[in-house]
C-alpha cells in the first residue's frame, strides 16, 4: 500500500500504525462523490488546456468504468491495499490507464479533494434527510386535522395537566420538526461553496477556472477563502 506520509522511513510500519492512519473503512462511502469530483476537476483541466484531451477522455473512461464496478460490489475496500478512498481511486485508476492517472492530481491537493468530497456527501444526506422531514410534517399534519376534536390530558411534569386536543399535542411536534428543516436549509445554504481548487490551502500557480468546476458539481460558487476552503 502506497503511503503518502512514510518517504522518509526506512522500516515498514507496524500495522498497528496503518490501521491508525487508514480511514477507508469509513471513507469508502465517499467513492462517489470522490469519482464526480475527479471527473468535474479533469474536465475543466482538459478544459484550460492543463492537460491534454486524450489524457481526459482516458481519465473518465477509467474513473467511468471503476464507478460501475463499486456500484456493484466488485472493489473490496481493503485497508492492507488503501489507506483512503482518494488513494484507491487514484490508484485503480493509474493501474488502469497508466501515467494519465496520475496527471487526473495536477493542480489539485488531497486538502480540496477531501473537503469537497465531505460537502457533496453532506449536502447529499442533508438534502434527503429535508425531504424526510418535509414528508413527516406533512403527514403529522394530516393526522390532526382528523383529530381537532380529539380530547386528551395535556401533561406537565409528570403529571396531567390541562385538557388539550390530540392534534394540538401533534401540532407541537411539527413546529419542532419545522425548526430542524430550517436548520436543515441553513446547513444546505452554507454548504453551497465550492473548496475544489483551494490546493494545500492557497490556490496553485495553474490556470485552473474554479467557477466552472463549482458549476458543473451543482455549486452556485468557489469558496472565496481557500484557507478557509479547506
Given at each position: 500500500?502506497?503511503?503518502?506520509?512514510?518517504?522518509?522511513?526506512?522500516?515498514?510500519?507496524?500495522?498497528?500504525?496503518?490501521?491508525?492512519?487508514?480511514?477507508?473503512?469509513?471513507?469508502?462511502?465517499?467513492?462517489?462523490?470522490?469519482?464526480?469530483?475527479?471527473?468535474?476537476?479533469?474536465?475543466?483541466?482538459?478544459?484550460?488546456?492543463?492537460?491534454?484531451?486524450?489524457?481526459?477522455?482516458?481519465?473518465?473512461?477509467?474513473?467511468?468504468?471503476?464507478?460501475?464496478?463499486?456500484d456493484a460490489g466488485e472493489i473490496g475496500f481493503d485497508p492492507a491495499q488503501y489507506e483512503d478512498i482518494h488513494?484507491?481511486?487514484?490508484?485503480?485508476?493509474?493501474?488502469?490507464?497508466?501515467?494519465?492517472?496520475?496527471?487526473?492530481?495536477?493542480?489539485?491537493?488531497?486538502?480540496?479533494?477531501?473537503?469537497?468530497?465531505?460537502?457533496?456527501?453532506?449536502?447529499?444526506?442533508?438534502?434527503?434527510?429535508?425531504?424526510?422531514?418535509?414528508?413527516?410534517?406533512?403527514?403529522?399534519?394530516?393526522?390532526?386535522?382528523?383529530?381537532?376534536?380529539?380530547?386528551?390530558?395535556?401533561?406537565?411534569?409528570?403529571?396531567?395537566?390541562?385538557?388539550?386536543?390530540?392534534?394540538?399535542?401533534?401540532?407541537?411536534?411539527?413546529?419542532?420538526?419545522?425548526?430542524?428543516?430550517?436548520?436543515?436549509?441553513?446547513?444546505?445554504?452554507?454548504?453551497?461553496?465550492?473548496?475544489?481548487?483551494?490546493?494545500?490551502?492557497?490556490?496553485?500557480?495553474?490556470?485552473?477556472?474554479?467557477?466552472?468546476?463549482?458549476?458543473?458539481?451543482?455549486?452556485?460558487?468557489?469558496?472565496?477563502?481557500?484557507?478557509?476552503?479547506?
Amino acid at each position: 500500500m502506497a503511503k503518502l506520509w512514510a518517504g522518509r522511513f526506512s522500516k515498514t510500519t507496524d500495522e498497528t500504525v496503518n490501521d491508525f492512519n487508514s480511514s477507508i473503512p469509513f471513507d469508502n462511502r465517499l467513492y462517489a462523490q470522490d469519482i464526480r469530483g475527479s471527473l468535474a476537476h479533469s474536465d475543466m483541466l482538459a478544459r484550460q488546456g492543463i492537460i491534454t484531451r486524450e489524457d481526459r477522455e482516458a481519465i473518465h473512461q477509467g474513473l467511468t468504468e471503476i464507478l460501475a464496478a463499486m456500484d456493484a460490489g466488485e472493489i473490496g475496500f481493503d485497508p492492507a491495499q488503501y489507506e483512503d478512498i482518494h488513494m484507491c481511486v487514484e490508484q485503480l485508476l493509474t493501474e488502469k490507464i497508466g501515467d494519465a492517472g496520475k496527471r487526473l492530481h495536477t493542480g489539485r491537493s488531497r486538502n480540496d479533494q477531501v473537503a469537497l468530497d465531505m460537502r457533496m456527501y453532506v449536502r447529499e444526506e442533508a438534502g434527503h434527510i429535508h425531504d424526510q422531514v418535509l414528508h413527516l410534517i406533512d403527514v403529522i399534519t394530516d393526522v390532526a386535522q382528523n383529530n381537532t376534536e380529539t380530547i386528551m390530558p395535556g401533561y406537565t411534569h409528570l403529571q396531567r395537566a390541562q385538557p388539550v386536543t390530540f392534534a394540538y399535542i401533534l401540532l407541537a411536534y411539527v413546529s419542532m420538526l419545522k425548526r430542524d428543516a430550517r436548520r436543515l436549509e441553513n446547513t444546505l445554504e452554507v454548504l453551497d461553496e465550492c473548496p475544489l481548487g483551494s490546493g494545500a490551502l492557497a490556490g496553485t500557480t495553474y490556470p485552473l477556472d474554479r467557477h466552472f468546476t463549482a458549476e458543473t458539481l451543482g455549486f452556485s460558487r468557489p469558496c472565496d477563502n481557500a484557507m478557509d476552503g479547506v
